[in-house]
């Protein structure tokens, strides 16, 4: 039976145990669909799993503002970031919200006829472009938390689903047709319309050290949800050695959001600096990650576990850097 995992063989939901079961269990509850292939396939890496699912739950779920508007931002993310996989799930969660005219608007590619509308997609957009000008707000400034949030863990889960996903969010592509994307939203309509008590996910942290969570949180729980997810995935560094490090990080660093250019031309060799091809593919384009490039890399030490410690790493140093934008931008505002 073909599997949506390219490169990895998670375990069983169904044989889960401890905080990974916990976790699935409010996926379940909060999200509405039991083993969504984004989060089984982070179970590889489990220290990876809770704050991922945190970052999305206190933002997109359980955080302030109107659904539709968030699914709007998500999916301005996914189009941005080039990830079928993703705009496909929000084009469905579209249908959940009940706003099924807009869910197909989009789904044609078309431009939402609400001007508000318009807009969250759009501001989703462009937040891929560090240091993008974003305000005004296409939102309440006090829902300023979710909506930021909610950007960037979609900036993280489109890189994971990109790299480690096929494009099939169902079998056989199915979600293609109209009929099958109405049907699979209106099965999540009762979850996506019920009210999330926030902070609930942050339980699952317990013994995690977020660090300190950033200023444009105001003090929400998404804010500590941000800071375990980017102390978690940042440990992935340490299977690149000192050189591959600054490399990668040099780059995205100069990274201005364009998409690298077909010949990857700048990006290491795969054949001399693996580690470093994956690590900034899995940043910039990791739609562009190959048979070749993980093979490439992987050695019997390689498990499944450090595939998905290191894609994890490239993808978080490019939300980090989108994140330190925004910040940055946050900070002169208020000044």
Not at 13 to 41: C, H, K, M, N, W
Not at 116 to 124: F, M, S, V
Not at 268 to 294: F, G, K, M, N, Q
């Given at each position: 039976m073909p599997t949506p995992f390219r490169y990895t063989e998670p375990l069983p939901p169904r044989s889960a145990a401890g905080t990974v079961a916990e976790v699935y269990a409010q996926i379940a509850l909060d999200f509405g669909v039991a083993e969504p292939s984004t989060f089984v396939v982070l179970s590889c890496a489990p220290e990876l799993l809770a704050p991922a699912?945190?970052?999305l739950r206190e933002s997109l779920i359980a955080g302030a503002g109107d659904r539709t508007g968030k699914e709007l931002v998500a999916l301005g993310v996914s189009q941005a970031n080039r990830c079928p996989f993703c705009v496909d799930a929000h084009t469905v969660l579209l249908h959940a919200t009940g706003d099924h005219a807009l869910a197909e608007r989009?789904?044609?590619g078309e431009s939402p006829h609400s001007e508000e509308h318009a807009r969250l997609l759009a501001w989703g957009e462009h937040t891929r472009v560090p240091g993008a000008a974003l305000e005004p707000y296409p939102f309440p400034r006090e829902q300023a938390p979710a909506y930021l949030g909610t950007a960037l863990v979609f900036h993280f889960i489109n890189r994971i689903a990109s790299a480690l996903l096929t494009e099939n969010l169902l079998p056989a592509g199915a979600q293609r047709f109209r009929a099958v994307r109405s049907v699979a939203g209106r099965a999540l309509c009762r979850t996506v319309r019920r009210t999330a008590r926030p902070g609930h996910s942050l339980a699952l942290l317990d013994g995690v050290d977020p660090g300190e969570a950033p200023a444009w949180a105001g003090g929400a729980p998404v804010g500590l949800a941000y800071a375990a997810l980017l102390r978690a995935a940042m440990r992935g560094s340490a299977l690149l050695d000192a050189e591959d490090h600054d490399l990668v990080e040099a780059a995205v660093q100069d990274w201005d959001g364009t998409h690298p250019p077909l010949g990857l031309a700048g990006f290491p060799d795969r054949r001399e600096r693996p580690a470093a091809r994956l690590?900034?593919?899995?940043?910039?384009?990791?739609?562009?990650?190959?048979?070749?490039?993980?093979a490439a890399w992987r050695r019997p030490e390689h498990g499944d576990h450090c595939l998905v410690r290191l894609v994890a790493y490239g993808a978080f140093i490019a939300v980090d850097r989108i994140e330190s934008a925004l910040s940055s931008q946050i900070t002169k505002e208020a000044v």
């Amino acid at each position: 039976m073909p599997t949506p995992f390219r490169y990895t063989e998670p375990l069983p939901p169904r044989s889960a145990a401890g905080t990974v079961a916990e976790v699935y269990a409010q996926i379940a509850l909060d999200f509405g669909v039991a083993e969504p292939s984004t989060f089984v396939v982070l179970s590889c890496a489990p220290e990876l799993l809770a704050p991922a699912w945190a970052l999305l739950r206190e933002s997109l779920i359980a955080g302030a503002g109107d659904r539709t508007g968030k699914e709007l931002v998500a999916l301005g993310v996914s189009q941005a970031n080039r990830c079928p996989f993703c705009v496909d799930a929000h084009t469905v969660l579209l249908h959940a919200t009940g706003d099924h005219a807009l869910a197909e608007r989009v789904a044609r590619g078309e431009s939402p006829h609400s001007e508000e509308h318009a807009r969250l997609l759009a501001w989703g957009e462009h937040t891929r472009v560090p240091g993008a000008a974003l305000e005004p707000y296409p939102f309440p400034r006090e829902q300023a938390p979710a909506y930021l949030g909610t950007a960037l863990v979609f900036h993280f889960i489109n890189r994971i689903a990109s790299a480690l996903l096929t494009e099939n969010l169902l079998p056989a592509g199915a979600q293609r047709f109209r009929a099958v994307r109405s049907v699979a939203g209106r099965a999540l309509c009762r979850t996506v319309r019920r009210t999330a008590r926030p902070g609930h996910s942050l339980a699952l942290l317990d013994g995690v050290d977020p660090g300190e969570a950033p200023a444009w949180a105001g003090g929400a729980p998404v804010g500590l949800a941000y800071a375990a997810l980017l102390r978690a995935a940042m440990r992935g560094s340490a299977l690149l050695d000192a050189e591959d490090h600054d490399l990668v990080e040099a780059a995205v660093q100069d990274w201005d959001g364009t998409h690298p250019p077909l010949g990857l031309a700048g990006f290491p060799d795969r054949r001399e600096r693996p580690a470093a091809r994956l690590a900034l593919l899995a940043a910039l384009a990791p739609y562009r990650i190959t048979d070749e490039d993980v093979a490439a890399w992987r050695r019997p030490e390689h498990g499944d576990h450090c595939l998905v410690r290191l894609v994890a790493y490239g993808a978080f140093i490019a939300v980090d850097r989108i994140e330190s934008a925004l910040s940055s931008q946050i900070t002169k505002e208020a000044v």
